[in-house]
């Protein structure tokens, strides 16, 4: 059972916004813990897509997003294409400093 | 660019043991802590280990703690993971990630090994 709970599945269509929410507690995302997100592609390596809850490294399209409020954030994807097909986990860390993971939103462009 | 690469999988039998290796290059390997997080087979993204950058200081999750060590050789630019006391549900990917400290996140990932625990 992960630390971070996100929806197992969200879908939609080429062109519209979707959002991925990741809901943590009091002592991860709610004690002040950056939220990261990663993008692992079918039978590809995670990488990171989101940092510092708002951040899109160098080469990330500005379709994705991030926020951070409370004890949970969200990832959000506008102008989806069939190349954002993808499962997202989102991450951040507990009171020990040790890192925490989502379970995984699997993404599907219908 | 950062490269990071992983080797050593394989099939063990439970009980058994197995080391994976990280080859980096393309950034100050010794400037960066490491980690290794695992994907079993459907999974999601479980964190291992992590080690600091000069190697001093590691940190395990509970599931793994007292059987698995992880380190690093500097002058070789290589992390490993020593994996000894193997359970079937230490099936999973095995993957390396350089770690930025100033945000806590993984920047880079390898490809990741694929270790396999069965009778």
């Known amino acids: 059972q992960s630390v971070l709970t996100q929806p197992p599945s969200v879908s939609g269509a080429p062109g519209q916004r979707v959002t991925i929410s990741c809901a943590g507690g009091?002592?991860?995302?709610?004690?002040?813990?950056?939220v990261h997100w990663y993008q692992q592609l079918p039978g590809k390596a995670p990488t990171l897509l989101i940092f510092?809850?708002?951040v899109r490294p160098s080469g990330v399209p500005a379709r994705f997003s991030g926020s951070k409020s409370g004890t949970s954030a969200s990832l959000a994807i506008t102008g989806l294409q069939t190349e954002d097909e993808a499962e997202y986990y989102c991450?951040?860390?507990?009171?020990?400093?040790?890192?925490?993971f989502g379970g995984g939103t699997k993404l599907t462009v219908l | 660019q950062v490269q990071l690469m992983e080797s050593g999988g394989g099939v063990v039998q439970p009980g058994g043991s197995l080391r994976l290796s990280c080859a980096a290059s393309?950034?100050?390997?010794?400037?960066?802590?490491m980690h290794w997080v695992r994907q079993a087979p459907g999974k999601g993204l479980e964190w291992v280990a992590s080690?600091?950058?000069?190697?001093?200081?590691?940190v395990y999750a509970d599931s793994v703690k007292g059987r698995f060590t992880i380190s690093r050789d500097n002058s070789k630019k290589t992390l490993y993971l020593h994996l000894s006391s193997l359970r079937p549900e230490d099936t999973a990917v095995y993957f390396c990630?350089?770690?930025?400290?100033?945000?806590?996140?993984?920047?880079?990932w390898g490809q990741g090994a694929r270790v396999t625990v069965t009778p």
């Open positions: 510092s809850n708002i």
């Open positions: 009091s002592s991860d995302i709610g004690a002040g813990h950056d």
């Open positions: 991450q951040s860390s507990d009171s020990n400093l040790n890192l925490v």
């Open positions: 990630a350089k770690f930025e400290v100033v945000g806590y996140y993984l920047d880079h």
């Open positions: 080690v600091s950058h000069d190697g001093n200081k590691q």
């Open positions: 393309g950034f100050s390997f010794r400037s960066y802590a």
